[in-house]
Structures are given as C-alpha cells and as structure tokens.
C-alpha cells in the first residue's frame, strides 16, 4: 500500500478549495442518491487511534483482532509513529470491508474521515492551541451536492458526531508534531511502546499494572479508574493517558502529567 503521511495527508487537504469557517455549503448525503455507497471502495482510509477504538468497540474485537483482520500498518518516516489504514477487500472493485446494499455497517462508529466527507480540516498549533481551516472535496461522481441542508463547516462536523473525533485525533496530531519538530524520528523500543500503548487500550492497561505507573506519575485530571475501565469511555481516557504517557517517555515532560 503506498505509504501516506501525515504531512502528505495534510499537504493534499490544504490544496483543494478553502471554505470559511462561516460559510455555508449544500450536502447531503443518503440512500436515495443516485451514488449511494459508491464511494465507499478503493481507499487510502487512515485510521487514527481513536477511529481503532471506537471501531474495536462496535465490532467486539480487541486490538489485535481488529488489526490483523481490517487494517495495514506502515511507519511514518518522518516521526516513526505507526500508522493504520482501512484495508480494502481484495476483490473487483476492492470495496470497504464494511459496506452493504443498504450502507455503512459500522455508521455509528465509522471513522473520522468517513465522517468529515466532503471536508477536509487542515491544523496547526497557534500560540493559543491549534488553528483550523477547512477545504472542500468536490468530486464528479458525488451527487451530495445536489441538494440538501446548508450548513457550516463547524455544524456539518456536528452534526457528523466529529467532536470527540477532532479532539483526540488533535491531540495525537500534537504529539506527531513535536516529534516531528525534533527531525528524529522514534526509534524502535519507542515505535513498539507507541503502537502498543496508543492502539491497544487491554495491553496498555496491563503494562500500567505491572509498571504499577500510577505510583509513579500524577495529574490534575487524572482518573485512573476511568483509565482501568473496560468500556468505551474507559478506552478514550486510557487513550488520552497513553498520549501524555508516550509525550513523557520522549520528551522527559508532558503537558499534563509528571513524574512523582
Ligand atoms: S467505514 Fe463505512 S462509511 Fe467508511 S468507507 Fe467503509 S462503508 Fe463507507
Ligand atoms: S459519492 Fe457522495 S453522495 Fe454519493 S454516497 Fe458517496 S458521499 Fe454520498
């Protein structure tokens, strides 16, 4: 599969159209249209840490299950993090894995760029946290357009149920950022520490059990039981942890926590 960064990803967004945060566009997007589930084939779909859990959720897998039956792992160059794509079926037309006659089979849990269709969010950290712009996608084949509510980039994402979304996969951003910043990218011990601690909630809450790492770190949001719990609230804490965790092992200091 060919090998998509983050940044290619983000220089592709910020050359299609831009759209204002205020400004309304027409789409919609359901079964009567004449294109329906067309587009869900053939694609280079990344799957950010949040879009693994909330997917392992919906399909009652673990991590690992999940990875080995739907997803293709590479390695960013530019920071060493893992990174994960939807892997396509390998048939005529190589449609999703998870597309039907009557749609999207995992729509409560689909992944974020899923979601975000026909935008892209283009970021980068300000001095007051991190700057968005929105493109368009306009393609052909896509009838959305045709008609259909107007709303802002902003509502649009609402109504989409990207929030949660955006705020995970904004703070996983941050840190492939500030790795990036440094032009050394994580070596293996600390690939391995990512992939496990930022993919795989039950692995990662083990490790937290032998390390016993709540005697050695503290927080102001801090909620280890929340992080121990097996659900999926308990997963996006115990994801939102292992960012500040892996942020302290590589940069001896986080935002959020430090060392007792
Ligand atoms: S996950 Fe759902 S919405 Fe996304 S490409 Fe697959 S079928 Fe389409
Ligand atoms: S091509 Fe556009 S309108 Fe058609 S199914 Fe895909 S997103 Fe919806």
Not at 118 to 136: D, N
Request: charge should be negative; include cysteine.
């Amino acid at each position: 599969m060919e090998d998509i960064t983050a940044s290619d990803k983000q220089d592709f967004v910020e050359s299609l159209p831009e759209i204002q945060a205020d400004e309304k566009f027409c789409f919609d997007c359901h079964p009567q249209v004449p294109c329906f589930n067309q587009c869900c084939a053939e694609l280079t779909l990344p799957l950010t840490p949040y879009d693994v859990l909330r997917l392992c959720r919906h399909l009652d897998l673990n991590a690992t299950e999940f990875i080995n039956t739907y997803a293709d792992q590479t390695i960013n160059e530019a920071t060493g993090f893992p990174q994960l794509t939807l892997r396509m079926n390998k048939e005529p037309g190589e449609p999703c894995p998870f597309v039907s006659p009557v749609g999207c089979m995992v729509y409560e849990n689909r992944p974020s760029a899923c979601r975000a269709y026909p935008l892209g969010r283009g970021t980068k950290m300000g001095v007051s946290g991190i700057v968005e712009r929105f493109f368009m996608v306009h393609e052909e084949h896509c009838h959305g357009f045709d008609e259909g509510h107007k709303r802002t980039p902003n509502e649009w994402f609402q109504d989409q149920g990207l929030i949660p979304y955006n705020e995970s996969n904004d703070r996983y951003m941050r840190l492939m950022s500030m790795v990036q910043a440094t032009e050394k990218p994580l070596d293996h011990r600390l690939q391995s520490m990512c992939r496990l601690t930022l993919y795989h909630p039950d692995q990662f809450r083990a490790m937290i059990d032998k390390m016993k790492i709540f005697t050695r770190v503290r927080g102001k949001n801090l909620n280890c039981d929340l992080i121990m719990q097996d659900s999926l609230e308990g997963d996006a804490a115990c994801l939102d942890f292992a960012l500040d965790w892996m942020e302290l092992v590589i940069f001896g200091q986080a935002a959020n926590i430090e060392r007792i």
